[in-house]
């Protein structure tokens, strides 16, 4: 039996976020240099896209670009963000047929101009889409995110418009880039690396993580739906005894 029939439809978690790692080790690997790694991953992400809208995930979150990534060698940076671009024309239309909604989080305004305005494009174009939500993680980080928030909440207690003790977990998660949508309830990273670096602290805090042995470029639907299919398998307890668990969902 594939791993998609075994996916309960009822249980498809609403939220999945992913680290696509892996790209310069497979490349490598096939004695290429990393930017053809970065290329042949792009349809590893067609196929999570495609995989995440046909059993109903409401939100994919994609880590493409963290602040530390700026630290690579320029003609990788500038590989990358000219590939960002290119996809992103080129997908736009299929963006739009299948109803996907494309956004992003991050610090997009440090981001060279025509990827700016590639995104911007595709934003545009998807806006009205009510299907699948995929936010592209571009210049992310969380510990940015939550540094910025901080700042905006400390802005609006200085000028009196909030209250300290009006401040809890709800009205801190406004301020954040992923306030709009639900916390992640799945976070896959592939590669083998068994680490968040720096992807979503505050979102992934009960979130299940599934490590995937495969270089991002390998990666395809078939393993996306194995990840689901192990999420579900899980035991998501948030701080219950199992016993509990079962006499609640008696
Ligand atoms: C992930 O693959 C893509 C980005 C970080 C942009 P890597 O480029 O990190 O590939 P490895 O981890 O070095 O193999
Ligand atoms: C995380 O991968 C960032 C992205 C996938 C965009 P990295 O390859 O940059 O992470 P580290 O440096 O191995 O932790
Ligand atoms: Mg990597």
Redesign the pocket.
């Known amino acids: 039996m594939s791993a998609k029939d075994q996916i309960q439809k009822e249980k498809v978690p609403h939220h999945v976020a992913v680290i696509?790692?892996?790209?310069?080790?497979?490349?490598?690997l096939m004695g290429k240099p990393?930017v053809f790694?970065?290329q042949n991953?792009v349809q590893s992400v067609r196929e999570v896209v495609e995989g995440a809208g046909e059993i109903g995930v409401e939100y994919l979150t994609l880590?493409?670009?963290?602040t530390e990534?700026w630290k690579?060698p320029a003609y990788?940076v500038n590989a990358?963000m000219t590939l960002l671009v290119q996809t992103i024309r080129k997908e736009i239309k299929s963006l739009v047929e299948n109803n996907v909604k494309l956004l992003s989080i991050g610090d997009v305004s440090k981001l060279p101009s025509k990827s700016r305005k590639a995104l911007e494009e595709a934003q545009k174009a998807t806006a009205e889409n009510k299907g699948l939500t995929v936010i592209l993680a571009l210049n992310y980080s969380a510990k940015w995110d939550i540094t910025r928030a901080t700042a905006k909440v400390a802005e609006l207690a200085q000028k009196g418009e909030l209250e300290p003790k009006e401040i809890n977990e709800d009205t801190f998660r406004s301020f954040l880039s992923t306030a709009d949508f639900p916390d992640v309830e799945l976070m896959i990273r592939t590669?083998g690396?068994k680490r968040i670096s720096n992807f979503l602290l505050w979102e992934l805090a009960y979130a299940e993580l599934s490590f995937c042995a495969k270089?991002?470029p390998e990666f395809r639907k078939e393993d996306f739906f194995k990840a689901i299919v192990e999420f579900q398998n899980r035991e998501r307890r948030f701080g219950l005894t199992g016993e509990q668990l079962k006499t609640l969902s008696g």
């Open positions: 696509m790692d892996g790209n310069g080790r497979w490349a490598s990393r790694g970065h991953g880590y493409a670009f963290s990534n690579r990788e990358l590669s690396e270089y991002w």
